[in-house]
């Protein structure tokens, strides 16, 4: 797979959501922030709105899914129409289980990692997974500074999911911009989130182009 942009609708305006996804339609995926106000100190949306979205985008819908009991929820979530569903690792009793009920009902099955967590937690199971995400900003807000500490999780996940023959897609999260993206492809990463970089910008679509082509020739051959 190459390289895949995902703007995040935290950015948008929410008063105005369908006309925001419309302006964001040459990207890859749709990056939909679900913050409970518990396992993150904030909070965003769930399903009803969640499945609205998932409606009307002309992109798929990655749910981001900053929720406690995601054994629960995830399911649910890909049942709303999300196409990949994302839950944190600290968050799940059984990842495993989340992986496969969410591969069962058709769903990409990724999972998170916040900064302090390490990436050998998933190594022993990568094949359950169809991407990780590496956060690379505490979740929970947008408009974070890009953590390049974060960078050898990248070199570390895409190594290890070569050496199993898994096509592991690997996506970053928080602080994403023409300023860092090319040292977070150089890495390994193939999906990028983006919030306020996207929407922040004038041209939006312009924008999206600018990050995949940056990315794309920085990516390792
Ligand atoms: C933060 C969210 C991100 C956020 C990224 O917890 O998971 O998706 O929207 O925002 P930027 O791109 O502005 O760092
Ligand atoms: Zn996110």
């Keep these: 797979m190459g390289i895949q942009i995902s703007p995040s609708i935290l950015a948008a305006d929410f008063a105005n959501l369908e006309r925001d996804i419309a302006s964001v339609a040459n990207a890859d995926w749709l990056h939909v922030d679900v913050m409970d106000a518990h396992f993150v100190p904030n909070l965003t949306l769930g399903l009803p709105v969640l499945e609205r979205i998932a409606q009307v985008s002309p992109m798929p819908v990655d749910a981001h899914l900053m929720i406690e009991d995601p054994d629960h929820w995830a399911p649910k979530y890909a049942e709303a129409g ?46 359950e997974f169809d991407m990780v995400l590496v956060m690379t900003v505490e979740p929970g ?81």
Aim: aromatic share 6%; glycine share 8%.
């Design 141 to 221: 807000f947008g408009g974070q500074s890009f953590m390049p500490e974060m960078l050898p999780k990248f070199t570390a996940l895409r190594a290890a999911a070569e050496a199993a023959g898994h096509d592991l897609w690997l996506q970053s999260d928080g602080g994403v911009s023409r300023d860092t993206i090319e040292d977070i492809a150089a890495a390994g990463c193939d999906v990028f989130v983006a919030g306020s970089a996207v929407f922040g910008a004038d041209d939006r679509e312009a924008e999206i182009s600018a990050l995949r082509d940056l990315a794309a020739r920085a990516r390792p051959a």
């Design 82 to 127: 999300a196409t990949s569903v994302t839950f944190h690792y600290e968050a799940a009793k059984d990842p495993v289980a989340i992986a496969k009920d969410l591969r069962a009902l058709g769903a990409r099955a990724s999972v998170a990692l916040k900064p302090g967590t390490d990436v050998d937690v998933v190594l022993d199971h990568l094949r």
